[in-house]
């Protein structure tokens, strides 16, 4: 009786503590600085990105996860708000199949675009700035966050220039001085040297960072321009060596299809 005694009451904790094991885990908590900023350092790749990475399945996943943790979905391939002649030039753009484009004539890619290229970056957290590494292109923004303003002698560049606050728990990045040689997001979606970015980036999980990005550009956009993404940590991703001359099959079709045109087609 007492070996019978002693199988019941096993039992009865195994069915007991059955139904706990079965609970979903919490998500881990975004890790913390010593000045209790959440840290968002780490190597991250744009969800849209895992396409690329893991295929179909994993970004489906990706994204009802996404879904069930109410964060807004994706939307960087979103038509631009354009004005009409803004959106006439689009059209010659798209109808040219891409060849314009300047990422692919190996072009630094601009904010916000960069960050929705396939391939990781790396975020280093220091106590007075964020530094973005990013594979492509062998870029880097290195963005202040004691307070400072935009340099006084900034010029037009490609990646703009940047600085941060903190809005609680947010990162707020100010990007100004931009050139007009790159494209927002997807092709011909132009902007000028008037471009105005403001990015947010908040690690609302250990996994994950959303993030939102607003253009204003009054010369070409009709109203202020929202995208947003979640970036996801790949903690056994490294920033490689990134070359994109090499190989590079786009400036060959470029060529290309320069020469199928006419004279005429070649304007722009």
Not at 58 to 76: E, F, K, Y
Not at 119 to 137: A, G, N, S, T
Request: aromatic fraction near 8%.
């Amino acid at each position: 009786m007492h070996t019978l005694r002693s199988w019941l009451a096993v039992a009865a904790v195994v069915l007991v503590l059955a139904p706990l094991g079965a609970q979903p885990t919490a998500p881990r908590a975004a890790p913390r600085t010593a000045d209790g900023k959440p840290d968002l350092s780490g190597i991250w790749v744009a969800t849209g990105a895992l396409l690329l990475f893991e295929g179909e399945e994993a970004l489906a996943a990706a994204r009802a996860a996404d879904a069930a943790a109410g964060r807004p979905p994706g939307n960087s391939n979103e038509a631009p708000p354009l004005k009409p002649e803004a959106e006439t030039q689009r059209q010659y753009f798209l109808g040219r199949r891409g060849i314009d484009d300047p990422m692919a004539r190996c072009l630094l890619t601009g904010v916000p675009r960069i960050n929705f290229r396939p391939l990781p970056f790396e975020i280093v957290q220091l106590p007075d700035r964020v530094i973005m590494l990013y594979e492509i292109h062998h870029a880097f923004r290195i963005i202040p966050t004691d307070g400072r303003p935009h340099p006084e002698d900034a010029e037009p560049s490609y990646l703009g220039e940047s600085v941060a606050r903190w809005d609680g728990d947010t990162l707020v990045v100010d990007v100004r001085w931009f050139n007009d040689k790159t494209w927002l997001t997807g092709v011909g979606s132009i902007h000028t040297e008037d471009l105005r970015v403001t990015e947010r980036y908040t690690r609302d999980s250990y996994d994950t960072i959303r993030y939102e990005a607003t253009m204003e550009d009054p010369a070409v956009l009709t109203k202020p321009w929202t995208i947003r993404e979640t970036f996801r940590l790949r903690p056994g991703e490294r920033i490689r060596e990134y070359e994109c001359i090499e190989s590079n099959e786009d400036l060959t079709r470029f060529q290309e299809l320069l020469q199928e045109q006419s004279p005429t087609e070649r304007a722009p």
